[in-house]
């Protein structure tokens, strides 16, 4: 699929969720395995919301250069 064929991405929608999926802290006397498992998780939930953000520069760029 090409980029001109993707819808515009809503930057709102890209604040909201990074609000909702904010980096996880590990915190004292939290059970190790129950973090880890969390943090992976996590971490592939940041890493679409950075994808989309790229998406959104990528946009614009080519927006830009019409």
């Known amino acids: 699929m090409e980029l001109k064929n993707l819808s515009l991405i809503d930057k709102n929608l890209v604040k909201f969720l990074r609000k909702k999926y904010p980096p996880i802290e590990y915190k004292e006397g939290l059970d190790r ?3 880890l498992s969390q943090s992976i998780f996590r971490s592939g939930q ?3 919301i ?3 953000e790229h998406l959104i520069e ?5 927006k ?3």
């Open 50 to 52: 950075h994808v989309l």
């Open 64 to 66: 830009n250069a019409k």
């Open 58 to 62: 990528l946009q614009q760029g080519a």
């Open 46 to 48: 940041r890493d679409v």
């Open 33 to 35: 395995e129950k973090f």
